[in-house]
Structure formats: C-alpha cells, structure tokens
C-alpha cells in the first residue's frame, strides 16, 4: 500500500508543479518576448552564445503563438 501513497503525493507534486508553471506562463512569455524585441538586431556570428539564445527564445514564442490558420476559401 505504501507504493500508492507514494505515486499519489508524486502526483499532487506535479500538479502543484505544473499550477505554478502555469501561472507563471504569461510573465514567462512577457519576458522573452521583451528580450526578443529588445536584442540588437545585428548579424550574430553563428557560434555566438547570444545569437542561440535568442533564436532559442524566438522559436519557444513561437510555439506559445502559432501563426493563424489560412483563411477558409468561399
């Protein structure tokens, strides 16, 4: 019995977790977006350690705000 008590306060950990996360998400995204628009729009060496992480930060925004779908024809 001692197993099912352990998956279930592993359980109400995640949850908890992922609450957090989620409330926190807005604030996230507010951040990495400021630093996306704020970051010198210059032609980074490729190796730069910046240039990865703002391309890092533009492709996670992306994902919280894919493009909208293509207007339906008719």
Same mark, same amino acid.
């Given at each position: 019995m001692m197993g099912n008590s352990v998956k279930h306060? /592993? $359980?109400i950990?995640? $949850?908890a977790a992922n609450a957090r996360?989620?409330?926190a998400a807005p604030d996230l995204y507010e951040a990495l977006n400021a630093l996306v628009l704020n970051a010198p /729009?210059?032609?980074?060496h490729p190796l730069?350690?910046?240039a990865h992480l703002v391309e890092n930060a533009r492709a996670a925004l992306a994902k919280a705000n894919p493009?909208?779908?293509p207007p339906s024809p008719g």
């Open positions: 306060q /592993d $359980a950990q995640n $949850a996360l989620i409330a /729009d210059i032609d980074y730069s350690i910046f493009p909208p779908p």
